[in-house]
């Protein structure tokens, strides 16, 4: 199973990013997708979780901000940020897993999203 995240970046704080996560060597379709984050100093947090069947869970922190989608067809996994802070700051990296709670069955390297004040 390969994970490549892409479209993070600096932006400014109120501003939006797209982030994407591209997956194969996997059934796409049946696997549960999430998105962490780790800021500098910080343990690796979650951040959203979509089922295979669509059931979304988010962080406290990110909840009416960010929107996780997933994509089967093109096997790719998103997350909608909007109204980004500053306190968002950190490496976001999208995991695959058998089930919600499960086994992990990849990680992706990670992308860097900062936004400043």
């Known amino acids: 199973v390969v994970l490549v995240e892409s479209g993070g970046g600096l932006v400014q704080a109120g501003e939006s990013l797209r982030l994407s996560c591209a997956a194969s060597?996997?059934?796409?379709?049946?696997?549960?997708m999430s998105w962490y984050r780790q800021a500098l100093g910080k343990e690796r947090e979650l951040v959203a979780t979509?089922?295979?069947?669509?059931?979304?869970d988010y962080a406290n922190s990110v909840k009416g901000r960010f929107t996780i989608s997933r994509d089967s067809a093109k096997r790719t996994l998103y997350l909608q940020m909007s109204s980004l802070k500053p306190e968002d700051t950190a490496i976001y990296y999208c995991?695959?897993?058998?089930?919600?709670?499960?086994?992990?069955?990849?990680w992706g390297q990670g992308t860097q999203v900062t936004v400043s004040s």
């Open positions: 995991a695959a897993q058998n089930r919600p709670g499960g086994k992990f069955l990849s």
């Open positions: 060597g996997v059934v796409f379709s049946i696997v549960t």
């Open positions: 979509i089922s295979n069947s669509g059931d979304t």
